[in-house]
């Protein structure tokens, strides 16, 4: 079946410093891949999404690209900012019209002053 | 943003006691899942609804859950007998019916069911 796999189960780092969430995909489907942020005590919210292989998605400073190729979509942003430190979701849904999203285990991001 | 309301938003029940929680899903969503989710980690889903049909379910949900949407603008999930393990934090998202596969799912903030 449909997986996700992130193999991060926390990443600390220092306000300022880029940060690289990995996030890799089983499907024999087309993939359409998300990004989820989840702050302390608040509902999941998308981030951003993509099912073009290789191009870049950006919002709110984070972006991500889609390689169909080694079935990736890590999430990267150049600035961590204290007001990042969340927990992150990468999720796949087929890209047949299916209804099945299927989440990774997540990424906690704690970013210190 | 849409907004999915979750109510309510503590529940504490006993060990073998019943409980129910209710979303009111995004108007004009036709698509609502539960989650479930223990410690801040993973997101286990539960079951799908589409158009208040039950399509999908896991089989913990099917023995012990009751899962209804009784309308287009109300769902809930209970849990006949509640055990420990049921200690988590539910969640309901909603999503948009056609192209469901790129659709955005909204999340309710959850009810944080705790087990006593």
């Known amino acids: 079946g449909d997986s996700v796999t992130q193999t991060e189960g926390l990443v600390t780092l220092t306000k300022g410093l880029p940060v690289m969430l990995n996030c890799t995909y089983q499907?024999?489907?087309?993939?359409?891949l998300f990004w989820y942020v989840q702050h302390l005590n608040e509902a999941p919210k998308l981030l951003l999404k993509?099912?073009?292989?290789?191009k870049r998605t950006e919002h709110q400073g984070f972006y991500a690209t889609l390689h169909k190729s080694s079935s990736s979509f890590h999430l990267q942003k150049s600035s961590v900012q204290l007001s990042d430190s969340a927990l992150y979701f990468c999720?796949?849904?087929?890209?047949?019209?299916?209804?099945?999203?299927?989440f990774g285990s997540g990424t906690r991001l704690l970013v210190s002053p | 943003d849409a907004a999915v309301t979750q109510k309510p938003r503590y529940l504490i029940k006993m060990k073998g006691q019943e409980a129910e929680m209710k979303c009111i899903p995004e108007?004009?969503?036709?698509?609502v899942f539960w989650y479930q989710q223990k410690q801040s980690k993973e997101l286990k889903f539960l079951i799908y609804?589409?158009?208040?049909?039950?399509?999908?379910q896991i089989d913990m949900v099917k023995e012990r859950f009751s899962a209804v949407c009784p309308s287009s603008s109300l769902c809930s999930l209970g849990i006949r007998t509640c055990e420990a393990e049921d200690s988590a934090l539910y969640l309901c998202?909603?999503?948009?019916?056609?192209?469901?596969?790129?659709?955005?799912?909204?999340f309710g903030a959850g009810t944080r069911l705790s087990v006593l």
């Open positions: 999720a796949l849904s087929e890209g047949t019209g299916g209804y099945k999203v299927v």
């Open positions: 499907t024999t489907y087309s993939p359409f």
């Open positions: 993509s099912s073009t292989d290789n």
């Open positions: 108007k004009g969503h036709t698509a």
């Open positions: 609804f589409q158009n208040q049909q039950p399509l999908d």
């Open positions: 998202s909603s999503s948009q019916r056609q192209g469901l596969s790129q659709n955005t799912l909204y």
